[in-house]
């Protein structure tokens, strides 16, 4: 898919929605860890350590193909986006929580994504033809911290225009990985039939598992609703748009890109029924929380 799409849109369209996600952050977000570790470790766990051994299991279950298992592989290690903390927000979650999560997972996967694909790169013997180059990983996430960076910056000075800002570019954010699905399915049309046949169970599952696991795991451990609900969108809403780009600005792969495409389009009506159903149960008060308790 080498176009104007990749080459510019979609370097600029995760440039924006990373700096969206910096003008919710504060170093207070990262500051919080300490005050509440119990629920930043057991969501970091589930996140970091349970899911992708999940994702794993589903691709050998399924026989999927070795750039579609690739695929999940890279989505599965790819850290929460700006949409887990709108979901969050919606469904009364503890989006302070939610917030600090993100932040710390997009650090750490500075070093997960590249281990935890280059593993699923390995296991399928593909490294002649998909290599994970340390000199490219590390603009991608340059790519990400700057402008991280400068949403914190813009938020540090002008709070007000970070209030303003906070929908438009969450809005913004939706329209461009929607863009980015319709794009990828556009150039693949040839294939998607198959393609959905062959990844669109497994992403549901996958899915759906997170979003379980990501509430159920931290309830057992005593973590409060608000920030279990958190967790729960953290953990099943991933960052697809930037899975999307690692795969085809990367790994230059279109088909290793598929599993985000297929699961970031199931993602919001499996998201939004599951925050109906806990949020419901919680017995949450109407008014979303904001700060961690």
């Known amino acids: 898919m080498d176009s104007a799409l990749t080459t510019v849109g979609l370097p600029v369209a995760l440039a924006i929605i990373m700096f969206g996600l910096g003008l919710g952050l504060t170093p207070d977000d990262f500051r919080r860890i300490g005050k509440h570790p119990k629920a930043v470790a057991v969501a970091l766990v589930c996140q970091l350590v349970v899911l992708p051994a999940v994702c794993f299991g589903l691709v050998l279950a399924f026989d999927l193909s070795p750039l579609l298992g690739i695929g999940m592989m890279l989505l599965a290690s790819s850290p929460g986006g700006t949409t887990a903390n709108l979901f969050s927000h919606l469904f009364r979650g503890d989006v302070a929580l939610n917030i600090t999560l993100t932040a710390i997972n997009s650090v750490i996967s500075i070093v997960t994504l590249p281990l935890i694909t280059g593993l699923a790169i390995a296991y399928y013997d593909r490294g002649d033809e998909v290599s994970m180059p340390f000199v490219e990983i590390v603009k991608v996430f340059a790519l990400i911290l700057v402008p991280v960076g400068l949403g914190m910056l813009a938020r540090r000075r002008n709070p007000g225009f970070a209030g303003r800002m906070d929908r438009p570019v969450r809005a913004g954010s939706a329209v461009i990985l929607a863009v980015l699905i319709v794009g990828i399915l556009l150039d693949q049309k040839e294939s998607v039939g198959e393609y959905l046949a062959d990844v669109g169970i497994v992403a549901a599952l996958f899915c759906a598992i997170s979003l379980v696991v990501g509430y159920v795991v931290p309830r057992a451990f005593g973590v409060t609703a608000a920030q279990s609900i958190a967790s729960s969108m953290e953990i099943g809403v991933h960052n697809g748009t930037l899975a999307i780009f690692v795969a085809v600005e990367v790994l230059d792969s279109t088909e290793i890109s598929v599993p985000a495409a297929v699961y970031s389009l199931l993602m919001f009506f499996l ?22 308790t």
């Open 271 to 292: 998201a939004g029924a599951w925050g109906a159903l806990i949020s419901s149960r919680a017995g949450q008060p109407a008014v979303a929380r904001t700060d961690a």
